[in-house]
């Protein structure tokens, strides 16, 4: 069975960093790209950030380019979403994604794109 096991939310002032991480199962991990899409309340799930399968390609939302940074670390099946000068329109419910590649190199930021899921992490950024 897949799983997707998001942790490091929590609630900060707007200008901190947070990092989260996300470890998934060995067997998924290895050949999929991995992303972090987010849910603020009343409004749709939005992507934020992939990474390949290879760690060689990222792709982020525009509006965290520059603050937040994704990688991955294969040995350890795991991808982290480092974030940084949060604001409170960060504030989220934050998921992990893993979509089955087609190449290393390949990314997607379209939710059907993506095969598995985490539950979600909470990151509130208080003004």
């Known amino acids: 069975q897949v799983q997707l096991v998001e942790s490091g939310g929590g609630l900060v002032q707007a200008g901190d960093s947070l990092k989260l991480s996300c470890t998934a199962s060995?067997?998924?991990?290895?050949?999929?790209?991995m992303g972090w899409f987010r849910q603020a309340p009343g409004k749709e799930r939005e992507f934020v950030a992939v990474i390949s399968w290879s760690g060689r390609k990222t792709y982020y939302k525009e509006s965290v380019r520059g603050r937040f940074t994704i990688s991955r670390d294969n040995a350890k099946s795991t991808q982290y979403l480092q974030m940084n000068s949060l604001k409170p329109e960060d504030t989220a419910v934050y998921y992990c994604?893993?979509?089955?590649?087609?190449?290393?190199?390949?990314?997607?930021?379209?939710?059907?794109?993506?095969?598995?899921w985490g539950q979600g992490t909470q990151v509130t950024v208080s003004s």
């Open positions: 994604a893993a979509a089955r590649a087609a190449h290393e190199n390949s990314w997607y930021s379209g939710e059907d794109e993506f095969n598995y």
């Open positions: 060995e067997h998924i991990f290895s050949t999929a790209a």
